[in-house]
């Protein structure tokens, strides 16, 4: 499975060392870009305000996205999620 790692620098790399010793796991990208992700599931750290925005995006293109971060509190657009 090819993981893309999205979102701050220093959180992606300690994923990435994290996801790299699984099994599964054949390819960990660390990337700041989602425009055309290239990979099986993407794995969101981002905080930003505009996170469930790509987020949404994302699952829009059918992507399994993995959001890591603190609860959304947004109850409008979770529900349209």
């Known amino acids: 499975m090819k ?3 999205a979102g701050d620098k220093i959180r992606g790399k300690q994923w990435e060392k994290y996801l790299r010793k699984k099994l599964s796991v054949t390819e960990v990208t660390l990337t700041t870009d989602l425009q055309n992700p290239a990979a099986d599931a993407v794995v969101l750290l981002n905080e930003s305000p505009g996170t469930l925005h790509k987020l949404l995006t994302l699952v829009q ?4 996205v993995y959001l890591v971060s ?5 109850v409008g657009f979770l ?3």
């Open 3 to 5: 993981l893309l790692v």
């Open 61 to 64: 293109k059918g992507m399994p």
């Open 70 to 74: 603190s609860l959304p509190t947004d």
């Open 79 to 81: 529900q349209k999620l």
